[in-house]
Structure formats: C-alpha cells, structure tokens
C-alpha cells in the first residue's frame, strides 16, 4: 500500500494491489475502474480492503469529498505514508514493463504503414504443424506440404506425460521468411499481458545472434543478469527447490550458434553459477543437467535441426506461414486498413488483392511465406497511398529494406555445428547475389522469367571445388532457395503441351528477379573474361611486389604461357587495368538508357503500373502471352535506384559494397546517354518510365540536367495515381526556380480533385497545360486554379471535356484577373451554357493577355451563338476570337477547320452519341447557311464545309460499329 504523496484538501491518491478489489467497488461508484468516488463512509471498509489483498499490480484511486483533517483520512494517510517508503518493487512486474517496450519497438521499415500500427494489430497467427523432421524431411520447395497435426505454441508448452518433473524442450523450425521471429514476437507480447503461457512466472528470451558474438565465459545466472539487469537476483534460476519449472526459455535463431553435444567438447554442467562458454550453457539447458525444472523454446532453420539431438527434442513443429488465402488476407486487411480516410478505396484495393489470390494466382504462391505477404503490402502502400506528406520511399528502397530485414547480418558458414576458428564466413545476401543474381540476370538478358531444374542446378550450384563450398551450398539451397524461387503454377498455361511434365521455377514476385539482376550488375559481378584476369593479376602484383622472377613463378602455375604476354603488358601498363574497369562502368550505364527507351509494342503500359498488375491481377480479358515475354522494364530503374546512398547503405549492412567510384563513374555517363536518349520524343509510357527513374536516382543535380534536355511532358493515357502525381511534382521540384516545361500533356489520365492537390508543383512548372478528358467536374476546377496564383508564366489552358458547368465557367470568370499572362483558355465539350458563357467571354475581353476562347460542343442555344458572335463585332473591351461553331450568324467561321480536327481526333474517345447529335446540327446549320447565300463561290464554300462534316460523321460511324463488333464477339 503506498501513497502518492501529492494529496490536496480535496482529493486523496491512495494505491491498492487488488484487480478484484476494483471489481467489488465497480458496481457501487461507476464504470471507471481505475478512479473511484469515495463517500467518508465508506473509508473504513475501502481501507480493510486495500490492506487484505495480496496482489502484484498497483492501482491509483483518488478519495474525492474528504478533508484532510478527518481523523478517518489523517490515519489511513500517515499509514500510507509509512509503508510507501518500504513497499519493494516486483523485478517480475519490471521484467514484464521493459519486454513489452522492447519487443513492440519495430523497425523503421514499419513506420511507412501509419502511427496507429503495432504488432497487437498487425499480428496473424501462421500455421504451425506438430511433426517430427523425419516424417517429411524438408528441402528446396518442399516446405509447402502441410502434413502434420495443427498446433499453437500454446500448446506445444502443455504438460506431457513423458517429461515428468523435467521442463519441456520444443524446437520451432521453419525456412527463411515464415515468421519465427514474429512469432517470437507476438508470444513475448501476450505473456507480459497475461494473455498466453500463464503458467511461466518468468519469461527469458535470449537471441543466439549475441550469444554468438560473446567469447568470454559467463555464468547462466551472470548471462541473464546482464542482459536483464532487474533479474540479477531472482531466486528462480537459483537451481533450489525446483523453482525454475516456473521459468521459460526463449533461444532464437539457434543457427547462428555453432552448439557442440558431445562431452568432450562441452562438459556437463548444473550449477547456474559456474562460467561457460555460452554455448555450452544452451547445451546444457537442452541436456536438462542445467536447470532441468525450466522449459526452452529454441527456434531455427530447417539446415540446423541435426545440431540438437533428437534425445534433448520434447516436441518438434514447423511453422509453415500462410497456408490459405484467408489468412492473408487477414494480414493485408490488418496493415492496409491501419490509416483512415478513403475506406472504400481501400477496401476495393484488400479486394482485389482477395481474388488475384482466390485464383491460384503466382502471388499466392509467394505470400505463402509472411514475408512476401510484408513486401506485397508495403508495395501496395507506396503505389495507392503515397501523399506530399510522406517521407520519401522508392520501390528499389522497400525491396533493399526488405531483404534487410530478412537478411540483415546473416552469413553463410561452411561447416556443422562444430565450432571452428578458421572456418569462412560468407555474407548470405553477397551469395544470394553471386547464384541467384547470377541466374536472374541470364534470365532478363534472354527475357526468360521460368527455368528448369537442370538450370538451377547450373546457376545456382555451379562449379564447385572444395567440401566447404558444398557445405554452403547444401544449407544455402535448404534454407534460402525456395524463398526466391517457387514452383510455377502457370506453367501449364503458358507452355506448350510437350513441356507440360516440365517442372518449372519463378521468382516468388516478378521484381525481385529485375531488383536482383540489377544487383548482380551494380556491384560488378558480371565481368568479362578479361576483368577477371586482370583483377586475378592486379591482386596477385601487390601481393608479390616487383620482383619479376618471383612473379613469374606463381602466376606460371595457374596462367597458361600463350597469354602471359597480357601479363606483362598489365604489369607495363596499369592504367590499362582501370581503362577496362572504366569501360565497365560505362557498359552499365549505356545498358540502363537503353533498356530504359527500349519500345515494345506488346507492352505499353508504364512499369507502375506493371507491378500493380502483377500484385492485383489483371481483371477483364487478359491477353494471351507467353509467360517469359516480359518487358523487363523495372531491371534498369532498379540499377538507377541502387546508386542512391541510402540504398548503398543498407546494402553494406548486408555485406554487398557498391563503391562511391563505381556510382560516380556509373551516374556521369548514365547522365550524356539519357540527355541523348530524352531529347527524341518518347510515348508517354517510357515518359513516365524515365520519371520513375529519375525518381529513384533520388539525384537532384543529375534530375535536374536531364530535365533541361526536355521541354515537353507527354503523359496523355497513363493512368495516373498518387504516387505517379508525386513522382511528377518531385522530380520537377529538382530543376532551378526559373525552369518552365513549354508543354505538360495530362489528357485522358483518370484525374481526379485529390490528384489535383499532389500536381500543384507541377502546375507552376509549365508555360501549357492540357489536362482534356479527365473527370475533374467544377469542384476540381476550383482546386486546379487555387494553384495558379504562383504560377504567371501559364499561357495556355486547355479544360476540354472535363465535366465543366455552368458554376465552373463563372469560376473561371471571376478569378481570370489573378492569372495574368494566359493566352488562350479551351473549355470546349462541356456543359457550359448561354449566359456562363457570355460572362466567361466578357471576363476573357477585360483580361489584358486572352486571345482565344474555345467553346465549341458546349450546351449552347442559336440564341448564346450569336450573342457571342456579336460579342466579337462591336461592344466594349479586347477583340477575343470565341470558337463556338462552324457557323457565325449565317456565315462560315473562319476557325471552322481548326473545330473539325480536335473533333476528328478526338471523336472515338468521347461520349460518341453526343459527338454525333453535335456535327448534326452543324450540318444543319451549314445547310441553312447555304441557302441564305447568293454568291456560287460562298455555296461552295459552304459545300466544302458540309463535306468536312460528313467525314467526320462517317470516321465516328466506323469506330461505332468496329466497337460494337468487338463487344459482340
């Protein structure tokens, strides 16, 4: 019982350790439990309450409407006030207090997924099976047989009838990316919550990483003290009275301990005091001679379940990921539903994420595995939800930091589980790099996405000399193959029937074959033959000096004679060594910008929007392909995206070096071949394709010198979304203050009012802008011209066909004076009528600069034609010229041809019924017209005109039928 200390006249902080004593009180002073309303009389009976209980946990309680000076209140306080000073402190309830804050910090890669997001929220539980190893005997691409009984780790920790007063020992096994770690996780969580494994007083987890990396001796009792500083002296893990059947260990990542079973190499030992190697306390704690009481949970890879011996295993089970669509959906919903706001965008994007995997699609293949589930959403994230306020994330970034987080430190050792001084440690991510890079890169330069078996046999195994490079490679193909490539399921599909028996494999996610062949590029390990000679050489010349005989005889014993002569040509010439390294350099950067404006007529749509597909399927007819004729577009702006620093960075943490010389060499020339490339006009496809490289280049120097070379931004078709509105505007913002587009082609782009928000900074950025065919309606208009004001150098506007009313039109009149410099304003094909457009030409006359209105196909009378035809002969204020018709009173306008081509070219993408009703009453127009003339030459005139009409009708009349052929069939 202890008091606050800060009491008032009205108000008493007084500290009970009762849950249930909250629970009597409930009913009788309301529904906060925490903070009760206690009358005086009830003091007496409140305090004999508070002093009978016995539990662990502390709760406050204000005694409001008591004075200080009652006899009731001065007692109890002074009591309080003697026993505040002497009420230890429980370490079990400090233990619990910093586990909880440890295990639920996450990484910074989760950040980017809301401030709401924890992992009580993000957690689902995978499957784990109850099963002996040898039941099924786990390998590349044979993790995904679900046999075995379905447990919970709950229940793995279940008293058994063969363990008798001895703990129970269960080794959770699972290939990279299956959620050990989460798990982990999630069981810390919810035993400091009293949620699961209540029948543990103590919970201790330890991770096999730092145990690794410790090579003094320590005692258990030292060990666990100095990692939890508040159990130094809990009698639990004493050895005496069998305290320790109370207390759990927790060993992850026990592959990265090299533990050795055998007694000659690790004594027996049971006293909790003596100082071990760390390794031999873990041997012990399995053997039960150390602590036999405590209970162990050990998590590893599937390659070192032989280091424990089946004798020190109660219970073996496999933890297998998501096995169903179900419950990856439950984990999609669980993150991309965190942030509020556009729910029903949402919840449409969760569903067709649902039915690409319903399909027994490719991706359900991969999201098998958690981690392919994390890096599905986090692409998701950055594709639909990215706004000006979130922190810079690029797709090269996400995969870098999801192979961090799933590779982070992780090296590869040849050998068992014998420790050994002199053993060579690889950097995992280097060799996944040095095979499977190997093999994705073959496959992007043959444009082949699918291989056999005997493929991967060649690439990924390879030439192999020594035992312990047989060694790495048997774990590596046990552990990590199956996380990159999986079984294809539409082989069959795809190929031919004569290879239909053929078993083919594909990267889990189609970009994580481009990320790593751009990889295997960037860091260098694509050489030529002659590289690799002259690196051999150069390495093997500082090592050996100046002496020529001493040369001669060690490279004599590995380098044919007949070319010895390069030798000592290298050794007269070094400079000839960096010329080769330099013409490297710039072979990559010539490939970037060519992969890069590569057209392919099959595939036209931007690589944005390629990876959504491959996320979200493709809904509606799907064109017949051949599953390896891919594009391959992503491969190029993955290499540009690996030269930025913060990708570098992650990237040395995983043991692949790309040197800053290499970057500098590769971005100087990677910058002449795309100002070459971009000064030739681009589709807008490979338009945005370039955007998005420049974007992940994250270069703003090299942006914005590019950017000089362009003077017109065609992205007319291309599907916009947030992220490709934030791409624009980003990489605009990286040219000078001065800098102006001539031209920014946004028509037919799905905009919408939100997107117009992320386009501000593009706006101010161009002297046109044309953003015809898009659905913005007037309350988009109202958002588009609120960025105007900062912008003065726009000339010309086109809103064609965007929805436009007459609210609109009288919105553009009213705020015209604040744009000084526009030249020419185009609100042709909308539903502007007769007085809004009366009043929008006014305002275009007493502007100082506007020269033309177009407002043809609009909901205009005979009557508001000829008002504006008036309008343009006499009145007040400028000469405007207005394009309303093809007829001005009862003569031919003088733009009538100008009118006939914009709907020409445009009649097969708009509201075709509506195009047609129009050119009918300009034909009949026309034909009044005629008839009003004398002059034969003005009749002919008048034909002519008539005959441009009827062309266009028929141009509108076969693309009807040809569209009405196509649905029909």
Not at 73 to 102: F, G, M, N
Request: hydrophobic share 35%; with cysteine; proline share 4%.
């Amino acid at each position: 019982m202890w008091c606050s200390g800060r009491c008032g006249p009205r108000a008493r902080m007084v500290w009970w350790r009762s849950q249930e004593a909250s629970k009597q009180l409930l009913p009788l002073y309301g529904q906060n439990v925490g903070y009760l309303k206690l009358m005086s009389t009830d003091m007496i009976s409140v305090r004999r309450l508070v002093v009978s209980t016995l539990s662990s946990r502390w709760y406050k309680v204000p005694v409001f409407g008591l004075s200080a000076a009652h006899p009731s209140v001065a007692c109890y306080l002074k009591t309080c006030k003697r026993e505040c000073h002497s009420a230890p402190i429980d370490p079990l309830d400090t233990h619990k207090q910093k586990l909880k804050l440890w295990f639920s910090h996450l990484p910074q890669e989760e950040k980017q997924f809301g401030g709401s997001f924890s992992p009580e929220t993000m957690h689902i539980n995978p499957l784990i099976l109850e099963r002996h190893p040898a039941e099924d005997k786990p390998g590349p691409f044979n993790t995904h047989q679900n046999k075995g009984v379905s447990t919970t780790v709950e229940e793995l920790f279940q008293t058994t009838l063969n363990t008798g007063d001895q703990g129970v020992n269960v080794l959770l096994y699972g290939a990279v990316g299956t959620g050990k770690s989460t798990v982990v996780r999630k069981l810390v969580l919810d035993w400091c919550s009293g949620s699961s494994l209540s029948q543990f007083q103590l919970l201790v987890p330890l991770s096999c990483e730092d145990l690794s990396q410790m090579s003094k001796n320590i005692s258990l009792r030292d060990l666990v003290g100095r990692k939890y500083v508040h159990l130094r002296k809990t009698p639990m893990l004493s050895g005496e009275l069998h305290q320790a059947r109370n207390v759990l260990f927790v060993f992850n990542g026990m592959e990265r301990m090299k533990l050795d079973f055998r007694l000659a190499s690790t004594e027996l030992c049971s006293d909790p005091n003596e100082a071990l190697p760390p390794g031999a306390i873990v041997v012990n704690l399995l053997r039960k001679y150390l602590l036999p009481e405590a209970s162990i949970l050990v998590t590893t890879r599937l390659s070192a379940l032989e280091r424990v011996p089946q004798k020190y295993v109660t219970r073996y089970a496999q933890i297998c990921g998501f096995n169903d669509p179900a419950r990856q959906r439950a984990y999609f919903t669980s993150r991309l539903l965190q942030q509020t706001g556009e729910e029903s965008r949402k919840d449409e994007l969760i569903e067709l994420l649902y039915l690409n995997l319903r399909h027994e699609s490719q991706l359900a293949a991969a999201c098998y595995l958690p981690s392919y589930c994390w890096l599905t959403c986090a692409t998701l994230h950055f594709l639909h939800f990215t706004d000006e306020k979130a922190p810079i994330r690029t797709l090269t970034g996400i995969y870098t930091s999801f192979l961090r987080l799933n590779f982070g430190g992780e090296v590869l050792e040849a050998g068992g589980g014998v420790s050994s001084q002199d053993q060579q440690q690889t950097s995992l991510m280097l060799y996944v790099v040095q095979t499977v890079g190997k093999l994705a890169f073959d496959g992007v330069t043959k444009k082949r996405a699918s291989f056999s078996e005997d493929e991967l046999e060649q690439w990924v195994g390879g030439k192999t000399k020594t035992d312990e490079e047989l060694q790495k490679l048997a774990m590596f193909r046990t552990d990590v193959l199956d996380f990159f490539l999986v079984p294809c399921v539409e082989s069959k599909r795809s190929y031919d029937r004569a290879q239909t028996d053929v078993k083919r494999y594909v990267f889990a996610v189609p970009a994580m074959q481009e990320y790593l062949a751009a990889l295997y590029v960037v860091l260098g390990e694509n050489k030529t033959a002659l590289e690799k000679l002259t690196k051999q050489v150069s390495e093997t010349i500082g090592q050996t000096g100046e002496e020529v005989t001493t040369l001669f005889s060690i490279l004599s014993k590995f380098i044919p004679f007949k070319i010895f002569a390069v030798f000592n040509l290298l050794k007269l010439f070094p400079s000839l060594l960096e010329k080769i390294s330099r013409n490297s350099k710039g072979h990559i950067a010539r490939t970037m910008a060519a992969e890069m404006f590569r057209s392919e007529d099959s595939y036209n749509e931007d690589v944005l929007d390629q990876v959504e597909q491959s996320l979200l399927g493709v809904h509606g007819p799907q064109p017949e392909q051949h599953l390896d004729k891919r594009p391959f577009e992503l491969y190029p702006i993955f290499m540009g995206g690996l030269l930025h620093y913060g990708n570098r960075r992650l990237l040395d943490q995983l043991g692949c070096s790309i040197k800053s010389e290499t970057v500098s060499q590769i971005t100087r020339t990677l910058k002449k071949q795309l100002i070459k490339e971009s000064r030739q006009k681009q589709p807008p496809e490979e338009m945005m394709d370039l955007l998005t490289l420049l974007y992940e280049f994250q270069n703003p120097r090299v942006t914005a010198e590019v950017l000089q070379s362009i003077r017109t931004i065609n992205l007319s078709t291309v599907r916009m979304t947030p992220l490709k509105c934030f791409v624009l505007s980003a990489v605009l913002s990286c040219c000078a203050p001065g800098f102006l587009l001539n031209d920014l082609i946004l028509s037919s782009c799905h905009l919408t009012q939100d997107l117009l928000h992320l386009l501000w900074p593009a706006f101010r950025r161009t002297r046109s802008l044309k953003l015809c065919d898009n659905n913005l309606l007037d309350t988009g208009v109202r958002t588009l011209l609120d960025s105007f004001p900062e912008n003065q150098s726009l000339q010309n506007l086109s809103l064609m066909h965007t929805g436009l009313g007459d609210a609109a039109a009288l919105e553009i009149a009213e705020r015209l004076g604040k744009h000084a410099g526009l030249l020419e304003l185009n609100v042709a094909y909308n539903s502007i009528g007769d007085s809004a457009a009366v009043t929008l030409v006014d305002a275009c006359r007493e502007h100082p600069t506007i020269h033309t209105v177009h407002l043809y196909l609009n909901q205009l009378t005979d009557v508001g034609k000829q008002s504006l035809y008036n309008m343009q002969k006499g009145g007040s204020g400028r000469h405007v010229r207005v394009l309303a018709s093809v007829m001005e009173g009862s003569d031919i306008s003088e733009d009538w041809h100008p009118i006939l081509s914009i709907i020409g070219k445009n009649s097969v993408s708009w509201e075709r019924e509506r195009v047609r009703d129009q050119l009918l009453v300009f034909l009949r127009d026309l034909e009044w017209g005629r008839q009003q003339q004398q002059s034969l030459w003005k009749r002919l005139h008048f034909r002519r005109v008539e005959s441009g009409v009827r062309q266009t009708l028929l141009l509108l009349e076969k693309a009807s039928s040809i569209g009405s052929g196509t649905s029909s069939h």
